[in-house]
Every structure is written in C-alpha cells, then in structure tokens.
C-alpha cells in the first residue's frame, strides 16, 4: 500500500462522509419535482488533451463521472425530465486567475463531451455558458433575474441531482451558492441539492508533479474527491453514492 493510499484512508477515517441513505430513489414521477445538473463536463476538462486544463492522459475518475452522468442524461431525457447544464466558457480577452487559459469560446474546449454531444438537441435540457467558477454567480444576467433560478421556478424543482468536474471546485462552489440561495429564499421551489459521488470527478495533480511546476499546487485526486464532497456536506448537501429508478 502507497503513501498515498494510506494517507487517504486516514483521512476518510478522520471524516467520514457518514450515510445519506446512500442511494437516491426516483420514483417514475420524480420528473415533478426533480432535476439534474451536469456541471462543466466540458472538453476542456475532461477531454485528454484538449487543453490546459485537461487531462493528460486516461483517468478513471474522471471517465467513470462522464460514464455516470451520461447515462443519468438520457435516463431524464427519456423521461422527458428537466436537465441543467453549466458549461465553462471564457473569451481570450477575459482570464480567469489563477488558472491559465481554459475552454476559450471557439476552441471546442467549451462544449460537452462527446458522449454528451447528443444532449445539445434534447429539449429537455437548459444550458448555460458560464464564466466564472460558480454556477449559481454565472447565471445571473444584467438585468439581474437568474437563469438557474428562473429553471428551478418553471419546473417545480425541489430537488437537483448534481453531477460533474470538478469535485472541490466548480461543483462544490455550485452547490454552496445555490445552498446559499436557497436558505434566504432566492431559489424557490427547491429545498434539496443530492450530490452523487460517482457522477463527481476532479483533476490529479501529484505532489512530485506539482513541485517542478511554476506556482502549481499539490491537488492529489482522490483526497480532493473526498474533501470536496465533505465539504458540500458540511454545507447541507445529500451525499448518495448510488441513483435507482422506479419503473
């Protein structure tokens, strides 16, 4: 057993992420009240190669999270069920710090995965082109109303499925901002946020990797999953590491 490994089963042991239930049950109706979010499961960060940000080479995480949530994708649409979908996109002129240039509008960085390119033409599916790392920040429009909001009222949600890249940051942020929202009445209907931890993925960086790069940091996958989904939580999210449907 690695270092690694072991530090990472301490940690687990340090802070559990405890039961939720562990699985989320949808009845055949839950389309009512029920939606889902895909966050950024965009080229530019799941893709290998495909920028930046991307991987370098195949990671499991992060092809088992774009397995999960396609999947969950066409489930919903099947059932002519509501889906919401952030996709992270910048323009060259507009950084966003501290991370270098990523899914630039153009570059194909910014559009969904291509097992995922089916879902643009489902009617089922509300998108949004963000560009800022919180989803819940980048729906607002000028004239103030929100995008994310304005879905959760047309449909009735009490309840989003949350899925997506990455796990402590752009899903994480998502989560506590709506959490946020919802808590001082800005989200209504919605009263829960259930994150599904195999349709969650985030990037690896290893520490041997990370010290020979200028300004990196240390991001070792793994333990960065689980704080990030214990730190969404913490905040009052669902945490559930398993979906089922009613027929």
Known sequence: MGSETREIDALRLAVPLGGDGDVLHLAADAGRTVGLVLVDIVNGFCTVGAGNLAPTEPNEQIETMVEEAAKLAKIFS???WPIFAFLDTHYPDKPEPPYPPHCIIGSGEENLVPALEWLEKSPNLTARRKDCINGFIGSIEKDGSNVF???????????????????????????CGTLSARNIGLVPPLEDIVVYSK???????????????????????DLFHHMGLYMAKSRGARIVHDVSFGS
Not at 151 to 170: M, N, Q, R
Not at 199 to 221: E, F, I, W
């Open 199 to 221: 349709g969650c993925a985030t990037y690896d960086l290893p520490v041997q990797v990370a010290r020979n790069m200028k300004g990196a940091l240390a991001h070792p996958q």
């Open 149 to 175: 909001s304005n879905w959760v009222k047309k449909y009735e949600i009490k309840t989003v499925l949350v899925v997506g890249i990455c796990t402590d940051v752009c899903v994480l942020d998502f989560v």
């Open 78 to 80: 099947d059932r002519n």
